[in-house]
């Protein structure tokens, strides 16, 4: 069964720091995996989403996210923190049916 | 841009009374979606739609929940007799396509259900 793990629930980051969001994923067959953000009272908007093209893929905003197949994992990144990048990050996983499976999300503080 | 909206944003009912979250998919898409985020969990996954059947549905998808696409733009999820653990937000999307690996979800803003 295909499922993600997030670690850490919540994530602090000072501004103008690198933000790293941790992804792990389990899937028996190659993935489709996402990243979503969800800002204050709005809904789930794509940030990037890796579909076995290249493996570093760019999203919006300034993320960016590497698909590890050796480590089964999916990070997001972004080099430099503002404070609208606060919100809450989820990772998410497809297989070539179309339902999509979530974790738990991340809510990232920017710090002043 | 295109997007999904829904509404109510917000519905308060009382446990037991049946309750219809509408949805407004984008206006070329095929494929809709309904998810349910409890507080503090995870979105989960509920029940997809295409060609005016059920393609997909989850085990929290039982006989209280249905979904209908009564005319050619709404998309609705009923709940029948609401409980307490029915509280959640719930997310509707869409897709132009489903299972390709260019077809994107796009969510709508919820609409948060609060059971009393």
């Known amino acids: 069964a295909q499922s993600v793990t997030q670690l850490g629930s919540h994530v602090s980051v000072s501004e103008g720091a690198l933000v790293l969001l941790r992804c792990n994923y389990s899937?028996?067959?190659?993935?489709?995996l996402f990243w979503y953000v969800q800002y204050p009272n709005q809904g789930l908007q794509l940030l990037l989403k890796?579909?076995?093209?290249?493996?570093l893929v760019k999203g919006i905003n300034g993320f960016e996210a590497e698909f590890k197949k050796s480590e089964t994992s999916f990070h997001l990144t972004k080099p430099s923190a503002h404070m609208s990048d606060a919100a809450e990050y989820f990772c998410?996983?497809?297989?070539?049916?179309?339902?999509?499976?979530f974790g738990k999300g991340t809510r990232l503080h920017i710090l002043p | 841009e295109p997007e999904v909206t829904q509404t109510p944003s917000h519905q308060v009912t009382q446990m037991g009374q049946e309750v219809i979250l509408r949805c407004v998919p984008i206006?070329?898409?095929?494929?809709f979606y309904w998810y349910r985020q409890i507080l503090g969990q995870k979105v989960e996954f509920l029940v997809s739609f295409y060609n005016n059947e059920i393609s997909e549905k989850s085990e929290i998808f039982d006989d209280q929940f249905s979904v209908e696409r009564p005319d050619g733009s709404n998309f609705t999820l009923k709940i029948r007799s609401t409980k307490l653990e029915d509280s959640a937000m719930y997310f509707c999307?869409?897709?132009?396509?489903?299972?390709?690996?260019?077809?994107?979800?796009?969510f709508g803003p919820g609409t948060r259900l609060t059971v009393l």
């Open positions: 206006s070329n898409h095929l494929y």
């Open positions: 999307a869409s897709s132009e396509g489903g299972g390709r690996a260019t077809d994107t979800q796009y």
């Open positions: 890796y579909t076995s093209a290249a493996t």
């Open positions: 998410a996983v497809r297989n070539r049916d179309d339902k999509i499976i």
């Open positions: 899937s028996s067959v190659p993935p489709y």
